[in-house]
């Protein structure tokens, strides 16, 4: 299934327009002295992109809801909808895409908004403590999954343009954070991940992890870490 979205993120167009005026102006005033405006308008054209993604077919795939890099894959209790679970976390730097997309076919059961701190995302401590944005989504299946967008020690702005009642599909654009966070999905104890800590992953592309035959599967989550 393909989703495409124009190549900047509609969320960079001020940013984009702004540093763009600014590196012309500085251009015409200051001649090569504006470069380092110029570098600016390129850091926000590469922060902002937004490039089109195709998620690959297959029953129960789990794509990854972010540009980034694996930083936990555990077992661990979902703190929104109070199961055990497996937790898969994506960190992304100011140099990743930030386009956020669903992981998986479903409908959003109940979306939640916690305020909170800033701590460094990487950090497993912000999953609980940093401000987030989390959805439970319902598979066609019957599979729980909980998508949550933490901000970060850069990051002051999540944006999520779904509630409760909307249908999502797999490797659909929800959302956007700026500037570097964490996407954590929570999946259910049948899964099986499909990535280690440290690999790099694109949203809407990679395969993070699989769903179990059957809701209520016999499969149990292990020490993942």
């Known amino acids: 299934m ?4 124009p190549l900047i993120a ?3 167009w001020p940013f984009v327009a702004g540093t763009l005026a600014a590196a012309l102006a500085g251009a015409l005033l200051l001649g090569a002295w504006s470069v380092p405006l110029w570098l600016l308008f390129a850091f926000a054209l590469q922060f902002f992109r937004d490039p089109p993604r195709s998620a690959p077919a297959g029953a129960g795939l789990v794509l990854s809801p972010a540009d980034g890099r694996v930083v936990s894959v555990e077992a661990c209790r979902d703190p929104f ?9 994506v960190f992304m730097n100011v140099f990743n895409a930030h386009s956020n997309r669903s992981p998986v076919d479903g409908q ?3 979306r939640w908004y916690f305020p909170g701190r800033f701590f460094n ?5 912000s999953s609980l ?3 987030r944005n989390a959805l439970w989504l319902k598979t066609p299946e019957g599979f729980d999954v909980t998508c949550v967008q933490v901000a970060g020690l850069v990051a002051r702005r999540i944006l ?3 509630d409760e009642g909307a249908r999502l599909g797999r490797g659909e654009r929800y959302g956007f954070i700026r500037f570097g966070s964490r996407l954590d999905v929570y999946l259910p104890c049948g899964a099986r991940p499909q990535v280690s800590i440290g690999d790099k992953v694109y949203a809407a592309k990679s395969v993070i992890a699989r769903l179990p035959a059957a809701p209520g599967g016999s499969a149990v989550v292990g020490d993942f870490g």
């Open 121 to 125: 995302a990487e950090l497993s401590k």
């Open 10 to 12: 509609r969320e960079g």
């Open 81 to 89: 909808i109070e199961r055990e679970a497996l937790r898969i976390s």
């Open 2 to 5: 393909s989703h495409s979205h």
């Open 129 to 131: 403590e940093n401000e």
């Open 160 to 162: 999520c343009y779904v």
């Open 108 to 110: 959003v059961i109940k």
